[in-house]
């Protein structure tokens, strides 16, 4: 499923919806005064949809949980670490990571709800994840951490960083987009986890270690 957009961004030739629509998603959230003070705590970023980076329909129809997302799981990709920081690349590896889970895993879809790249670009993951955060009242069902893909929104970070620290356009646009599904979502910021968390995995390296750090830098966007 394509998300509506209210006009196209020239940055990075994404897919942006305006500032005035994410404020009238959540303003349909909380009804008043309250709900237009938070849409404008934290600007949505650039995140380009599936149709904008080629993705292939799903096998089967998403599944859509009427309820939001209690918290958010950090992974990594384990692909090899590019040196190529453009939105082709980004574009690229989302396909690649689609094709993976379809076609190796068996599942109906890209496993992950979104995916931010090397380069600091974010894109959808599985089709209907970037319409239900712009609402923030549903999510959809994923397959990115066992026991969790009802409850849980996962944010892939292209790359392994099991011995080397992920580029920073990676962890500043990862900050960013954790501030504002945890505002969408009104998720507490120290609901934000490592895939290890919960799973017997090394994802997401060492990306779990400075999940304080996120966690504070997340609190802080938030005001």
């Known amino acids: 499923m394509s998300v509506p957009v209210s006009r196209r961004a020239a ?17 349909q959230l909380g009804g008043g005064r309250d709900a237009r003070a938070v849409a404008t705590r934290v600007d949505q970023p650039v995140i380009a949809n599936c149709a904008t980076w080629g993705a292939r329909p799903p096998s089967s129809p ?10 958010i799981i950090v992974h990594h990709t384990a692909f ?19 094709n993976l889970h379809m076609d190796s895993n068996g599942w109906l879809d890209s496993g992950q709800h979104f995916t931010n790249s090397r380069g600091g670009y974010l894109t959808e993951g599985r089709h209907g994840s970037l319409y239900a955060l712009l609402h923030g009242q549903t999510m959809v069902q994923g397959a990115h951490c066992v026991g969790q893909n009802s409850q849980a929104i996962g944010i892939e970070n292209d790359g392994i ?3 080397v620290q992920p580029p920073a356009a990676l962890w500043n646009s990862l900050i960013v987009f954790c501030a504002f599904t945890c505002q969408q979502y009104g998720i507490a910021p120290s609901e934000i986890y490592g895939h290890k968390d919960f ?3 090394q994802c997401p390296g060492l990306l779990h270690g400075r999940l304080p750090e996120l966690r504070a830098a997340v609190a802080a966007r938030l005001g």
């Open 62 to 71: 998403v599944s859509v949980v009427q309820s939001r997302p209690s918290k």
């Open 161 to 163: 960083y099991l011995n």
């Open 11 to 27: 940055l990075r030739g994404a897919v942006l919806l305006g500032a005035a629509a994410g404020a009238s998603a959540l303003t």
């Open 199 to 201: 799973n017997n995995t």
């Open 80 to 98: 090899p670490n590019t040196t190529d920081y453009s939105l082709a690349k980004a574009y690229a590896n989302s396909r690649d990571i689609q």
